[in-house]
């Protein structure tokens, strides 16, 4: 493959990638396996997100549960409402509450709002966040003990809160979606193809967006922040944008997650989930495109295989498969074609000498 056309390698992987999720899976896979499969797709949304603050940008950011949390509670919120019918309120107000609806939770039974506030909170969140954390130069294992930390404190709260977010067991009982009915196999695939489009467009933006000046900025920041200072430009600044991206990632992944699942509750964007978020994107390799959404997706299947196989050891063998590719595949899963494609082209370069 010649220099120039080596760096749209990856939007062919994209393509194979679409064709894999929105044409092969839909006509091979059952119902229940397509609808775990767009369960893994919100994962890989959310790497794709960590893969260009942690990739791209060397922030580890240990807490984008916070993040899809955000996301997931705000749609399950407007499905809740839904499920309840107008001017109603949700069953476990009845049973924890005093019976009637918190005035910030009116506002979610629009669509509208709804969409709204899944891109605009957890962007704001994020902003506020990186704002206080990267002007300070607040960096490396403080800043992933800080995210983490965020990520359990929301977890506790919604624990804690059950009047408002249902406690323990979340928001579940959900019949529809924007009107759409929950349980009809035809709507769980059009739920299914959304959140696959959603996660091809997100690759694609970030294509676009490592390809920009703002891409090779943010490298330069990971690799050598007080060069890019000395230079004039503002490294937090860099860091904010990319972690608001990388935040409404996450959310947008958490929103879709809900139809898809039927339900949202507190173990969903506990610290372990974060954990299992970061693991996928090591697997699949943080500093390619395409890595930390083969890693997720790799994570998700491994994690349903390995538990319907093996009931009580499936997390050792998950923890023994991480143990192994950071051992012999560093940099990912991801890393592995153009190695071997380059040990091909090696080969025949010999052969033809």
């Known amino acids: 493959m010649s220099a120039r056309l080596r760096p749209f390698l990856p939007l062919l992987g994209i393509a194979v990638l679409a064709v894999f999720l929105l044409v092969l899976a839909p006509a091979l896979l059952s119902d229940f396996r397509l609808n775990n499969l767009g369960k893994y797709c919100c994962y890989a949304l959310a790497a ?14 240990l807490g984008q549960g916070l993040f899809f949390g955000i996301g997931a509670y705000a749609m399950g919120m407007h499905l809740k409402l839904e499920a309840a019918g107008p001017d109603a309120v949700p069953d476990f107000m009845m049973n924890f509450g005093s019976g009637t609806l918190p005035a910030w939770w009116e506002p979610f039974r629009s669509g509208a709002f709804t969409v709204a506030a899944i891109v605009v909170l957890p962007a704001l969140v994020a902003a506020l966040l990186g704002l206080a954390v990267f002007k300070r130069r ?13 990520t359990v404190a929301f977890a506790a709260l919604l624990v804690s809160q059950i009047k408002y977010t249902g406690g323990q ?17 035809i709507n769980k695939r059009l739920i299914y193809t959304i959140t696959a489009v959603l996660l091809i467009a997100m690759l694609l933006v970030t294509f676009q967006l490592y390809r920009s000046r703002f891409g090779e900025l943010l ?3 990971r690799d050598a922040e007080e060069r890019v200072r000395f230079l004039g430009h503002d490294p937090a600044n860099i860091k904010v944008v990319a972690f608001v ?3 409404v990632m996450a959310s947008i992944g958490g929103a879709m997650f809900v139809p898809l699942a039927g339900l949202i509750n507190p173990r969903e964007v506990s610290a372990l989930a974060s954990i299992m978020l ?10 390619s495109l395409l890595g930390p959404a083969i890693g997720a997706l790799a994570v998700g299947f491994g994690r349903t295989y390995m538990s319907e196989s093996f009931p009580e050891q499936w997390t050792y063998f998950l923890g ?3 143990i192994v590719v950071i051992l012999f595949v560093p940099a990912g899963l991801a890393s592995l074609f153009p190695r071997w494609w380059a040990a091909l082209s090696n080969r025949r370069k010999e052969v033809a000498a």
């Open 48 to 61: 794709v997100g960590i893969g260009i603050a942690w990739g791209r940008g060397g922030m580890l950011v």
């Open 320 to 322: 023994a498969l991480f």
């Open 278 to 287: 970061i693991a996928g994107v090591a697997l699949g390799g943080r500093a």
């Open 219 to 221: 490298l330069a920041t």
């Open 169 to 185: 067991t979340g928001l579940n009982s959900l019949y529809s979606f924007f009107g759409y009915n929950l349980y009809d196999p």
């Open 245 to 247: 991206v990388a935040a």
């Open 138 to 150: 607040i960096k490396g294992a403080y800043f992933a003990i800080l995210s983490q930390a965020l």
